[in-house]
């Protein structure tokens, strides 16, 4: 008869990793205090555990618990973005639309969020608008309204996200000035912040930021949990976020606790 030699604890402490991996594939992310809910274990141990799969590599440890680490994913075109969650990102920008008033300047960033935005606002323009963009798709949906004044940033063309990037881009949003940004982004972690894929990208939202009086970063909820290559902000520099019902009731709730508005859309 063979004698076992495993240990029944460390046998114990394998499966609850594995159970914290499955919640951080489905979350983004995992907190201490929500290991020691749903295991009945203590927050050293909690802590333990969250260090060993940090050392492996499976997770990226942060504040109060871990998150997924960043995943090297390629960047997909904006036509092939614009097809996926296409419902949810016409009603975020339906609910943004509301926010637009007359003769205001407003800066529409890239992304297929804010397409679905200029989209908008073709049908229902508010008088007198100046709108500023880099992202050429935003332009030449806009480019023909009678009633709206049309600003392009120029620079360096990335073809991937139909936008213009780099130094002289950066260079004329530092002379402008909007009452409102809007502004997605590739992924929304409430650690690190605002984050996108590129990193030229990233330095021209934090211009806009910089010249916007108030900012709204609309972005559907399956960018919560992620965060890319490039941190564009923390969330501090955000006036307000408008996603869909299907965000973490949690994440609406932690940021509206840091005076942050968030709408359903």
């Known amino acids: 008869m063979e004698?076992?030699?495993?240990?029944p604890n460390r046998l114990l402490a394998e499966e609850r990793r594995r159970e914290i991996l499955r919640v951080l594939e489905e979350n983004g992310r995992v907190t201490v205090e929500e290991v020691v809910r749903r295991f009945g274990v203590s927050a050293?141990?909690?802590r333990g555990d969250l260090d060993a799969l940090s050392e492996r590599g499976a997770?990226?440890?942060?504040?109060?618990?871990g998150i997924r680490p960043l995943a090297a994913a390629p960047e997909h075109p904006l036509k092939a973005r614009e097809a996926i969650r296409g419902e949810e990102k016409l009603r975020i920008a339906q609910l943004a639309l509301q926010l637009i008033r007359p003769s205001q300047t407003v800066?529409?960033?890239?992304g297929s969020t804010s397409a679905a935005l200029a989209s908008q606002l073709r049908f229902n323009c508010p008088s007198n608008l100046t709108v500023i963009t880099h992202a050429l798709n935003v332009a030449s949906t806009l480019a023909d309204l009678?009633?709206?004044s049309l600003v392009m940033v120029?620079?360096?063309l990335r073809h991937v996200s139909s936008a213009f990037v780099g130094p002289h881009a950066e260079q004329m949003m530092d002379s402008l000035h909007a009452?409102?940004?809007?502004l997605s982004t590739v992924g929304l972690d409430l650690d690190v912040g605002l984050t996108t894929l590129d990193i030229m990208e990233a330095q021209l939202n934090r211009r806009m930021i910089a010249a916007?009086?108030?900012v709204t970063v609309i972005a559907d909820s399956s960018k919560f949990g992620h965060r890319s290559l490039s941190v564009i902000s923390a969330f501090r520099s955000v006036h307000r976020l408008i996603t869909d019902s299907g965000a973490p009731p949690e994440a609406v709730e932690k940021l509206r606790s840091q005076g942050i508005e968030v709408g359903l859309a």
Do not use: E, K
């Not at 997770?59 to 618990?65: A, E, M, N, P």
């Not at 800066?107 to 890239?110: D, K, P």
């Open 146 to 148: 009678p009633n709206l």
């Open 3 to 7: 004698i076992s030699t495993r240990n």
């Open 212 to 214: 916007a009086t108030q």
């Open 154 to 156: 120029g620079g360096i």
């Open 44 to 46: 050293v141990t909690a």
């Open 179 to 182: 009452d409102h940004c809007f």
């Open 59 to 65: 997770l990226v440890r942060s504040h109060g618990g």
């Open 107 to 110: 800066i529409l960033c890239t």
